[in-house]
Structure formats: structure tokens, C-alpha cells
């Protein structure tokens, strides 16, 4: 059973920094995407940033809605994949949740982090 487990979240002044990182425990085949998820106090689920893994290099995606200033590195080695973002503002705040999709010879797979929370403070 695959397992994300999600660090780097807390308490930050605005203005700061944020810097989540992603790791998969477990068995992993061939990992397609890796995409970061908030859900900000009273809202939806929304997409921040995504990977999509090709043969010979990576697609990387990020929302309109969250107003930019994200980057998703990754690690191939690791399978560790990471959010960062400078100059934090209060509406930042939220739960931040690691998704990522894996595919073996006959099935795909879904996997989701239970969450990380983020309060930026003004």
C-alpha cells in the first residue's frame, strides 16, 4: 500500500516562504503525474501545480486561480515531489494535499497525501 507522506507545512508570516515536500512510501511503478491540491478554509478543493511525467522530458502545469508564484520540482530518484513559493499572502492559507497518479502494465493508480496545513499569518 502506497503511502505520500506530506512535510513542510506550519505557521508563516506573510511575505515568507513555503516549501512542501512529497514522498511516497511503498511500491511505486511508473509514476505519470504529480500535482499539488489546496483547500483553502470554507472552499473547495482546487489544483495549484502539476507534472505530467513524458518519456523524455516533464510538462509542468499551474493554476490561473492561485495567481502564480508556485514552482513543483521533483526528484526522479525519489519520488519526492515538492511545492515552493516566496512572498506568501494570508489567502495562501490552507490545506495543501499531494496527488499522484502511477501505472503499472494493466492498472492505474491514484494516490493522495492526507494533508499538510499552511497558515500564513499577516
Known amino acids: 500500500q502506497v503511502q505520500l507522506v506530506e512535510s513542510g507545512g506550519g505557521l508563516v508570516q506573510a511575505g515568507g516562504s513555503l516549501r512542501l515536500s512529497c514522498v511516497p512510501s511503498g511500491s511505486i511503478f511508473n509514476i505519470r503525474a504529480m500535482n499539488w491540491y489546496r483547500q483553502p478554509p470554507g472552499k473547495q478543493r482546487e489544483v495549484v501545480a502539476g507534472?505530467?511525467?513524458?518519456?523524455?522530458?516533464?510538462?509542468?502545469r499551474y493554476a490561473d486561480s492561485v495567481k502564480g508564484g508556485f514552482t513543483i520540482p521533483r526528484d526522479n530518484a525519489k519520488d519526492a515531489v515538492y511545492l515552493h513559493k516566496n512572498s506568501l499572502k494570508t489567502e495562501d492559507t490552507a490545506v495543501y494535499y499531494c496527488?499522484?497518479?502511477?501505472?503499472?502494465?494493466?492498472?492505474?493508480?491514484?494516490?493522495w497525501g492526507k494533508g499538510t496545513q499552511v497558515t500564513v499569518s499577516s
Open positions: 496527488n499522484i497518479n502511477d501505472v503499472d502494465s494493466d492498472y492505474g493508480y491514484e494516490y
Open positions: 507534472i505530467t511525467i513524458g518519456t523524455t522530458s516533464d510538462s509542468t
